[in-house]
């Protein structure tokens, strides 16, 4: 069964010429993937021809004549500027004519344009960023990060629920074990917030909760989600995203001041980058956003090819396994 992703053609800090390359890239690695690119055809095409051209029974070009930029201001370009590359490809998608959009462009215009016009699922207060971090045993999710920064109890309880079927389908995780991020594992611990989010978790039946967990568990694989505000959550994850870089350039300066031969470097760096590997954004393919009528991945701004193949085909797994109808049916019970 073929797959239709739309993709913003113009959102990144190397759009077009990555988003075409990855496009073409994914649709080489999956054979039911298709891919709508949607900005200005005439940019598209230009890239296209560059690199010999592409099948265009397997991608094709929707024109847009706007593009939102990464400074504008979320708000009014959601509203002056109708006929983006995000407002297009979006509408593509409540169509029925894609089934998931993927964009590395503004972000706030991403979720702003997809609750304006995909809308929120029903029971959905807030709609969430997931986020990935890297552990002993592959990864887990954290919920938020940064969507919403001041957070109620039910909150909380939603984004387990959305998180555990993400787990659940997209990771496939079963029963998935669901941890609240706090500053101690007793039930007493932290302040008013993490209190009562922790007895609403307790409260609720359908969700695998472990209880608090600390930071100092998270790579260790103590839950498969992790719940907090998204203050928290954007704090810890651009945290987890500095260990990228700064582990390498700590490690060089160690086998410098211990004078290592260049086979023992080698050998070093070999592992090194493996870990690093880990950390890196391009591997986990985009940042869902759940809790909207559709299948919606937001990108980092200077993703590569790379990272555009990885956010298509992890936009077509989540269309395969309904996500949005899964979470729609797990906050309905």
Known sequence: MAIRIAVDAMGGDNAPAAVVEGAIRAAGEDPDVRVLLVGPEQLIFEEINKSGGVD??????????????????PAAAVKN???????????AHKQGKAEAFISAGNTGAVMAASLFILGRLPGVARPSVLGFFP??????????????VDCRAEHFVQFARMGSVYASVVMKRENPVIGLLNIGEERGKGNDQTKSAFDALSGAPDINFKGNVEGRELMHHVADVVVCDGFVGNVMLKFGESMATAFPHMVAEEMQRQRLSEQEMGLVVRVLSAVRKRFNYEEYGGAPLLGVDGHVLIGHGGSTPR???RMILTAAEEARGDVAGAIARALGK
């Open 56 to 73: 265009d029974s397997r991608i094709q070009v929707v024109n847009a004549i706007d593009v939102i930029e990464m400074g504008e201001a």
């Open 81 to 91: 500027k109708q006929r983006s590359s995000i407002h297009v490809g979006l509408g």
């Open 135 to 148: 552990t002993t045993q592959s990864y887990c999710v954290v919920l938020d990060v940064g969507t919403n």
């Open 307 to 309: 990272a555009f193949e």
